[in-house]
């Protein structure tokens, strides 16, 4: 670009330009690629960006991942990782170093993995071993459930925790198997013949914990899926954690998130209807799930075709757009939330309004009251009763035989009725005659009638 001919013009450049210029033929020639290499010097700075160096046996390169790319890695990288990273080739302009921006990093071999994963799992899938169809339906009483796992792992572990907790009277019968390397599909076919040949479980859970791609490869072997697919037994698949999406998980009958959440499942009691919701759950993830990967294939497209146009500006404008769309969503996130306050204002004063405390304090009143005139109209009914009775006693007193005694009379008894006339006793009776102080008994010698 640049000659000594003095038929031109020098044209001198500072430092700033050279940086600039060098970095636009950078971006612009080599653009967005694939690169596999070693990770060393890695560092997480305080803002969140990541900056290590990708290497290999001959050469290195320094690279930068920053907050808004590295979120969505799901293990931060340690020294010595075999990475797999999607990056736009650059210059850091301040230093004049020749650098990488990541914007998509994966574990080495996990890209193939992953290609070989949806090749069986199109295969699979056009043989009708993921049809609805031919899913069958979990008993509705389960009494005994096959666990397949390791014996040592945690899965195992959360899965008896939880059954213990909501179904203790379940029993659980374990075929232990290696859920990890080269002989686990092996294990794992020969415990669900094993359980089948048995058939002493009600239903079988195909388990364990979560890892990475590599660690749970052995669920995505065609012979397990197969075998899994013919089993006479119904089976609920549970393998990693509720991202994690294996063959098995497609061509079980049932799958669950995790295994504490199959073994929930398992101790319901509304099973088919907790089958059908998942079903649909599952459904509707690997809907999004590929739309999703459409999506981002068309968004790398554009992705490029933005870097290879003006990708300084366009990225400014983007950031500059968002910063308006967050000043924008912020208020009218200020205005629902005032919104929402001037709301629940007017709701707290009309729950103030009917507010139950002024009916029960009118009610109390009245209550007192009631209670007070009860117990004024009980004192003066026993009052009356009172002074009715003591009336009547009165009355009683004065025409009382005792009254007659103590003027100074008597009264004579025989055989304990009162003698009115002499011919109601004879010679030699004995009668007894009663009078104020106690009684006098005497015996007849004489009558005289007058």
Known sequence: MFTNSPSTSRQILTVTKLNRLARTVLEGEIGLIWLSAEISNFVCAASGHWYFTLKDNKAQVRAAMFKGANRSVRQRPKEG??????????????????QLVVEHMESDGEGALKQAYEALKMKLHSEGLFDAATKRSLPTQINRIGVITSSSG??????????????????????????????????????LRKANERNEVDVLLLTRGGGSLEDLWCFNNEALAREVSDSALPIVSAVGHEVDFTI????????????????????????????????????????????????????????????????????????????????????????????????????????????????????????????????????????????????????????????????????????????????????????????TDGEITSTVTKTRKE
């Not at 990782?81 to 230093?95: C, F, N, P, Q, T």
């Not at 009763?385 to 009264?411: D, E, H, M």
């Open 248 to 435: 098995s998980d497609f061509v079980a009958d049932l799958r669950a998130p995790t295994p504490s959440a199959a073994a929930e499942l398992l101790s319901q009691d509304s099973l088919e209807i907790d089958r059908k919701l998942v079903q649909q759950r599952e459904r509707l993830k690997r809907v999004l799930s590929h739309t999703l990967v459409h999506n981002k294939q068309k968004l790398a497209i554009l992705r490029q075709r933005l870097q290879n146009l003006h990708p300084q500006s366009k990225i400014q404008h983007q950031w500059q757009s968002l910063d308006r769309l967050q000043m924008q969503l912020l208020h009218h996130m200020k205005q629902d939330v005032a919104k929402a306050d001037r709301k629940l204002q007017s709701l707290i004063n009309r729950l103030n309004t009917h507010n139950p405390e002024q009916r029960i304090t009118q009610s109390k009143s009245a209550l007192d009251y009631a209670q007070t005139r009860l117990v004024n109209a009980t004192t003066a009914l026993l009052r009356n009763k009172k002074n009715r009775l003591a009336s009547g006693a009165s009355l009683l007193q004065s025409v009382s035989p005792l009254s007659t005694l103590a003027r100074g009379y008597s009264i004579t008894l025989a055989n304990k009725s009162a003698i009115t006339s002499v011919e109601a006793v004879n010679t030699g009776d004995t009668i007894t005659t009663r009078v």
């Open 154 to 191: 945690a899965a195992l572990h959360d899965v008896l925790s939880v059954l213990k907790r909501r179904s203790p009277q379940t029993e659980v019968i374990v075929y232990p198997s290696m859920v990890q390397g080269e002989t686990a599909p092996t294990q794992l076919i020969n415990a």
């Open 81 to 98: 990782d075999k990475i797999l990273v999607r990056a736009s080739v650059g210059l850091y302009e301040a230093r004049g170093d020749y």
